[in-house]
């Protein structure tokens, strides 16, 4: 039987995902939160959909192993490619971002068009442009992928002259299509978001999935009965494939405070 | 005993060894060739040393069961974290990238000021400007890390404003210290000779190190009478652990033929 008092289990192949704990944390700051980073072998969204599952079972199998009531695949290219073979192997629920993020600009767009950004993998995989449709079939889907904004991003090259132009040139059929709607499908984008608004102008809204995520994360423990005990913040726990150093530095930038608790973990 | 007629074997963290591959065809067609690319972990330039430490004695693992006589570190990451304990485990020689270029770098200049470009973590190990100060300790060495360069090639986004701004950013500092040759230091690296050139100007030598590379590889063959009998163009093999597909395709645009032979393997 689950425990409520379990974590939550959350995996992304590297930091990006911490903006989805983030969005957790804050929602639900009495659940312990365990993450997994598999930064030994990300990015995960330049390479092929086998691989990507393969690395995607072992990161839940990890998680798993530790003991989680719900698994939340905070990589969008994890969530295009394995939700489903992930569903069918484990007991505790899985959710990916890929599902509340088409939500939320279903719900948002006024015209009826919708943008989508992500990794080439994910864009390839067509799981937004599905689930996008699958919430209404009258939507004007228009996909791209922008392979250049998460290396931007993990150097912190979020503002000037390059970011402004790579924003230009991967947004131009964006702003040809005049999508009023734009979902940032990769856990790195938000750190662009500047760019990427000031290139598609205010009237258009940017939909970030890690706010929507939580919104169904706090949901589905509920409607499970798995909500944890209310009491002091719980627990947060880090587990990454590559230097926890690294990772303890970077992602105090990431969540704007001190990491502890991060330890080395490998699956191979 | 080694056998002559058995293959060099090669690897990389990807396709950027294919350079390395294809300037040791050029010069030595007799010899048949087996690559590996470790695609489902790449990139290793943006990882730890133990991590790329750790990949690279795998690779060579999978290299030496295959059977090879001379093993080729053709990634400049691995090459400057890896080649003391591959040489210490391993019986055939072991031959990297970073020794040639720097020896090919010193012997160029002209007026004792070289500059070295390559990954975050092939600049961070220092492993190029300690060669060239083995090779001259009198030489003015200026280091710099081009994070957006593996990418830009890899879109082959390799002209145009963005790639121009991107070198001119990066290469400042190579400007101002009137470098006179420039290591490119890292195998993606000479996809953007053009751009690069173009910021540093007519007079600035630009090092690529497949070239030296091959040069030392035909040298240790020959002094360890481990030359293959001549004959026909010889058998070339790959090795990837990502998909095969992808990697014959985007191998074909990087070397300019078809590739065929190309396997999966892993080593997880």
Known sequence: ???????????????????????????????PLLYLGDTARVPYGSKSAATVERYAQA????????????LVVACNTASA????????????????????????????????????????????????????????EDLRVVAQHCPLFVPLAEEGWTDGPVPRQVASHYLASMRQAEVDTLVLGCTHYPLLKTVIGEVMGDSVTLIDSAEATSAVVAEVLGGAGLVAP???TARQRFLVTDSPQRFAEAGARFLGHELREVEWVDFS
């Open 81 to 136: 490619y394995a939700l489903p073979c992930l569903r069918a192997e484990l007991d505790a629920p899985v959710l990916g971002v890929i599902e509340p993020g088409a939500q939320a600009a279903a719900s948002q767009t006024r015209n009826g068009r919708v943008g989508v950004i992500g990794t080439a993998a994910t864009i390839g995989s067509g799981a937004y442009q599905e689930a996008l449709l699958r919430v209404n």
């Open 1 to 31: 039987m689950t425990d409520r008092a379990e974590a939550i289990g959350i995996f992304d192949s590297g930091m990006g995902g911490l903006t989805v704990l983030r969005a957790i944390r804050e929602r639900l700051p009495s659940e």
């Open 59 to 70: 990161c839940a199998g990890v998680l798993v192993k530790q003991g989680v009531k719900l």
């Open 230 to 232: 209310e009491g002091e």
